[in-house]
């Protein structure tokens, strides 16, 4: 094994080596022309993204909110279900092999016939995309979190007479919620994504996604990329927020 | 009133658990009575059934046969009337919650007011000596101190009665005497009788007024032997001829003939 890196160099290290891919494109694009057409030079993206500023900020909000939208309402739907699930049994039977059936739905599959179904003026097909995908893993990491207490925190409560509604309060809610946490970091970047490639299926025209379809038919790669950098910055702001909750969560989580 | 005086009663108590293979009798006709204050431990090899004497008297199973009775009431009622206060191997503290918000729980969980537990608070981790460590989280205890949050939790409703099943039965030798000191002190202090489970002969010889001695395959009594050191349980205790005496008449009860070379660790 090697040793840990030290602390400035765990930020450093992954800078420097963004820093030297840069510059191997640069070079490879701007000074020996060695790339296809297609791919621009980061200078040009660079320039792009200043001029366009404020519709790529504009089409980032639409997606952002999409993915938002779809993945608040998919993980609060996936919390209930989940609760109940953990409640009740037979519903637990009831619900397990329709969560695998929404697992393996193929996202592409299915969105363009909700892009259909709402018409060209709702970002309701692209909202239900990305509530889809966030549903599943909150639904999964709940249901297991609420299944984690301990048999002496069990006993405890049960010694402690404390009723049902107590003993979910100060045991089973908070032993779920660092597994609720993950389900929702695993969700954010699954909602994300799945609010983003709707776009390539129709519904209204704006959004990241439709975007950089639009910028790459016709031949503005700068511009297409400049989308792509604001598509990533979503991703990043999506998953820096989650991550950060659930580290503050899990905390004191292991005794 | 014999309620007062008799903390637990248990007349032909039994317990069958149903598996799969079959029933497995747990404990069969177990008789004892713990007075008002009595410090009784339960002592015996695994499988003998001390663990499960002791659930059923907290009512966290239930016997299959033979009456149970806390206080004078069953152990059902006794639960809810929160007559006893309970410590397990594991100290069994939520990671999420302070030492002090760990030791409050059963008195929030019965609608103590804030001002009456933070009072409460400052009273137990002062009797465990932990007043310095009230705000910490349980990860950042040791195993000894934790268990010693665990034993203040037990305490916080000034029971009448402690059940601990091997509360220190994960800790090194060191910290083990040294709580095992505390626990007479603190037993002592507050008043409450003690159903105390072991597998130490030292220990349960240490802290008792009396050692039930247990065996396995059907779980049972075979043998209750007084100790009877008063109120002298201190450190000098420990190397006295009267002490050795007490421990090898428990290893002889317990392997039920007279030890040739006690083996003392």
Not at chain 2, 33 to 55: D, H, N, Q, Y
Not at chain 2, 172 to 195: H, K, P
Request: glycine letters at 8%; aromatic letters at 6%.
């Amino acid at each position: 094994m090697t040793a840990a890196l030290p602390a400035w160099a765990r930020f450093v290290a992954p800078a420097a080596v963004g820093a030297i891919l840069l510059g191997i494109w640069v070079v490879l694009v701007d000074v020996v022309h060695l790339a296809p057409r297609a791919l621009p030079s980061p200078v040009a993206v660079g320039e792009q993204l200043v001029q366009h500023w404020d519709i790529i900020l504009e089409d980032m909000g639409v997606t952002a909110t999409n993915a938002l939208v779809g993945l608040a309402v998919g993980s609060i739907l996936a919390i209930v279900l989940a609760g109940l699930a953990a409640a009740i049994r037979p519903i637990d039977g009831m619900l397990a092999p329709l969560v695998a059936a929404i697992a393996v739905v193929p996202i592409v599959a299915i969105t363009p016939i909700l892009n259909t179904m709402f018409g060209a003026s709702s970002q309701f097909g692209r909202q239900a995309v990305a509530g889809i995908a966030a549903f599943v893993p909150v639904f999964i990491n709940v249901l297991r979190g609420l299944h984690q207490t301990r048999p002496v925190h069990r006993d405890l409560l049960r010694a402690s007479a404390a009723t049902p509604w107590q003993t979910f309060r100060t045991l089973t809610l908070p032993t779920a919620l660092p597994y609720l946490m993950t389900g929702l970091r695993i969700a954010s970047s699954l909602a994300v994504i799945s609010a983003l490639v709707a776009e390539y299926f129709g519904g209204p025209s704006d959004g990241i996604g439709t975007a950089i379809a639009t910028a790459a038919k016709s031949g503005r790669a700068a511009l297409a990329f400049a989308y792509v950098a604001g598509g990533i910055a979503i991703g990043l702001v999506f998953f820096l927020v989650t991550s950060l909750l659930e580290r503050i969560v899990t905390r004191r989580s292991p005794v | 009133m014999t309620d007062e005086t008799i903390a637990v009663r248990a007349a032909g108590v039994g317990k069958v658990f149903p598996t799969k293979a079959g029933e497995v009798v747990a404990l069969t006709g177990v008789d004892l009575e713990v007075a008002a204050g009595e410090f009784v431990s339960l002592i015996g090899p695994s499988g003998c059934g001390k663990s499960t004497l002791l659930r059923l008297i907290a009512d966290l199973d239930e016997a299959t046969s033979g009456t149970l009775s806390v206080f004078g009431k069953t152990a059902h009622q006794a639960r809810l009337d929160q007559d006893y206060g309970i410590a397990f191997q594991q100290a069994g503290l939520l990671p999420w919650r302070t030492v002090g918000a760990n030791i409050a729980l059963p008195l929030e969980l019965h609608g103590v007011g804030k001002a009456d537990r933070e009072a409460r608070i400052a009273e137990l981790v002062d009797l465990v000596g932990l007043t310095d460590f009230v705000d910490r989280h349980p990860d950042q205890l040791s195993g000894g101190m934790q268990q010693r949050v665990a034993i203040a939790r037990a305490l916080a409703e000034r029971p009448r009665l402690l059940l601990m099943d091997e509360p220190f039965g994960a800790l090194d030798e060191m910290t083990r005497e040294y709580l095992q000191s505390e626990l007479a002190r603190i037993a002592a202090e507050t008043g409450a009788a003690v159903v105390f489970v072991t597998h130490s002969i030292p220990e349960a010889v240490f802290l008792s007024d009396r050692v039930v001695v247990m065996s396995p395959r059907p779980g049972r009594i075979t043998d209750i032997l007084p100790v009877d050191f008063g109120d002298a349980r201190v450190e000098g205790l420990r190397e006295s001829p009267e002490y050795f005496e007490r421990v090898t008449a428990v290893r002889e009860a317990l392997h039920g003939a007279p030890v040739e070379r006690p083996n003392e660790r």
